[in-house]
């Protein structure tokens, strides 16, 4: 008999939409989390079943009303409960494809901002860490040993292609 190797695991997505011809991307203040408040992207949960690209693509049209082609995957986040035996983890994504008619949701109020704005006092907890993942091609990881908590830059690098 070989070890049990299985856990119970959250899936998660955030998309980076940027607008190539403004240099803004679109950010979203949502209100119904638990962590500090501040700018992040669009992103939510993965449903048991679906596949984790297509949930970021049902995401961002919920929460933005736009549709988003041409995803790009850029690395992931983790978080670890270890008293609870589970991790979350989050999968990061980036496009400059998308059409449609911007809306706000419930989740948040949603508007472009340029990209050089975000900042570690108005963006979410962690965020600029994850923005790190989105925008420097040698950064593919952070990770969390708790719940929700401060994530860490690994050191994983990309390999030159």
């Known amino acids: 008999m070989g070890v049990n190797r299985t856990e119970r695991v959250e ?87 998308f059409s449609g008619q911007l809306k706000q949701s419930s989740e948040g109020r949603i508007f472009w901002l340029p990209l050089a704005d975000l900042s570690e006092k108005n963006t979410a907890e962690s965020f600029m860490e994850m923005l790190a993942i989105f925008t420097e091609p040698t950064t593919v990881s952070a990770v969390s040993s708790v719940m929700n908590g401060q994530l860490h830059l690994t050191a994983n690098q990309k390999h030159d292609q």
């Open 11 to 97: 899936l998660v997505n955030m998309c980076m939409i940027y607008d190539r011809a403004t240099k803004q991307v679109l950010v979203e203040d949502k209100t119904d989390v638990d962590w500090k408040f501040g700018h992040t992207f669009p992103g939510g949960h993965v449903e048991p079943g679906e596949p984790v690209a297509d949930a970021m693509i049902r995401e961002v049209f919920e929460e933005t009303g736009l549709h988003i082609t041409q995803l790009e995957a850029c690395g992931c986040v983790e978080w670890f409960d270890q008293q609870a035996g589970y991790r979350k983890i989050g999968f990061l994504y980036r496009t400059s494809h």
